[in-house]
C-alpha cells in the first residue's frame, strides 16, 4: 500500500476534529516512527488545542527512563510487543497528563527482522486513563520509508476510531 503525504495529512485533520469535539487532548509515544505521528498532528494550525505532546522514544533506555517500561518486559518480550506498547501509552499518559495516548514500536527495515518478528511487524497501543488500552499489530510491506508511511496513516485511523467509539 502506497502511503502519500496527503493521505497522511487527511487522516491527521480528521483525529484533529475528532479531537477538538471531544475536547481531549493526546500524547505520542513513538519508536520506529520516529515522532513523524505527531508531526502529521501538528501539521496543522491550532492543532496545540488537542496536541499535548510527543515523545521519541527510539531506545529501550528512553522506554524505561522516559515512560518506566519495564525493562524485564523488554527482557523478555523485547521492544517490539504488545506488553511494551501498552506500557508505553500507559507511561505516556502518567508523564504528560493527556487524555490519550497513543504508542507505537515496530521493525521499519532494513534489518533488525526475526522469524517471530519479521521486517515491517509494528505493534500499535491506543487508550486513556481508566479506559482499556486497545493493542494490535500490523504486517507491512515495502522499504522503511513506505513501512514508516503505513505505520502513521494506521495509528491516526486507529486512535480516530478509538475517539469515535468512544
Given at each position: 500500500m502506497s502511503v502519500t503525504d496527503q493521505d497522511l495529512e487527511e487522516a491527521g485533520a480528521q483525529l484533529g476534529d475528532l479531537l477538538m469535539r471531544q475536547g481531549w487532548t493526546i500524547a505520542t509515544a513513538e519508536s520506529c516512527t520516529g515522532g513523524w505521528v505527531a508531526k502529521v498532528l501538528t501539521d496543522r494550525a491550532g492543532s496545540s488545542t488537542y496536541v499535548h505532546g510527543g515523545l521519541v522514544t527510539y531506545s529501550n533506555e528512553a522506554k524505561h527512563d522516559l515512560l518506566g517500561v519495564?525493562?524485564?518486559?523488554?527482557?523478555?518480550?523485547?521492544?517490539?510487543?504488545?506488553?511494551?506498547?501498552?506500557?508505553?501509552?500507559?507511561?505516556?499518559?502518567?508523564?504528560?497528563g493527556a487524555d490519550l495516548a497513543v504508542a507505537i514500536s515496530g521493525v521499519a527495515g532494513p534489518g533488525g527482522g526475526s522469524v517471530e518478528k519479521p521486517l515491517g511487524t509494528v505493534w500499535f497501543a491506543w487508550g486513556?486513563?481508566?479506559d482499556t488500552t486497545e493493542a494490535r499489530v500490523e504486517r507491512f510491506e515495502?522499504?522503511?520509508?513506505?513501512?514508516?508511511?503505513?505505520?502513521?496513516?494506521?495509528?491516526?485511523?486507529?486512535?480516530?476510531?478509538?475517539?469515535?467509539?468512544s
Open positions: 519495564s525493562e524485564d518486559y523488554l527482557a523478555q518480550f523485547g521492544a517490539v510487543s504488545e506488553p511494551v506498547v501498552r506500557q508505553m501509552v500507559s507511561g505516556t499518559l502518567a508523564v504528560t486513556g486513563s481508566g515495502g522499504d522503511r520509508d513506505a513501512v514508516r508511511r503505513q505505520a502513521v496513516l494506521y495509528a491516526l485511523r486507529g486512535v480516530s476510531e478509538y475517539v469515535k467509539r
